[in-house]
């Protein structure tokens, strides 16, 4: 789907702001997330002047660090540090660090669709059943009998 600059650009009353705004949050709250969780380093992006394919190819370049994350065997309740440059820290089990990277993601793309739809455009499917059928990660199997 290509959206005018204008649309792209666009604040949308009730959401972060606009699409492109969104996103670039998006892509620049997934480095400490990524880095908390899998202590690989990632670089600070400055995704200020980054447009959608730069956006895309950094979201990417996360796949399999993320992927080796969820591949680990972790107690849920382990304690993981965030140490901020300021000097103070975040603590808080891998658990919540998991679930809010999760929670800040769909949030956010709600709040996309409800962009989309304030533009008389049909938003994709963010569901994750959606998702896990395009991907062959879910296989229906009717009722016996």
């Known amino acids: 789907m290509d959206l005018p600059a204008e649309q792209l650009e666009a604040d949308v009353l009730g959401t972060f702001g606009s699409i492109l705004a ?6 620049v709250a997934d480095v400490p997330y990524l880095f908390v969780t899998s202590g690989e380093r990632t670089p600070v992006i400055g995704a200020d ?3 959608l394919a730069q ?6 370049s996360h ?3 993320w992927s080796s994350v969820l591949a680990q065997d972790v107690a849920p309740s382990e304690v993981y540090v965030r140490h901020r440059e300021d000097g103070s820290q975040m603590q808080a089990p891998i658990s919540i660090r998991l679930a809010q990277a999760l929670h800040h993601g769909t949030d956010h793309c709600s709040q996309i669709c409800t962009a989309l739809t304030s533009f008389g455009i049909a938003p994709p499917s963010i569901d994750v059943w959606d998702f896990a059928g395009a991907g062959g990660r879910l296989v229906e199997i009717g009722p016996r009998g």
């Open 22 to 27: 969104t996103l670039r949050h998006l892509v």
């Open 55 to 60: 956006l895309r190819a950094v979201m990417e």
């Open 63 to 65: 796949d399999a660090s």
């Open 49 to 51: 002047e980054m447009d």
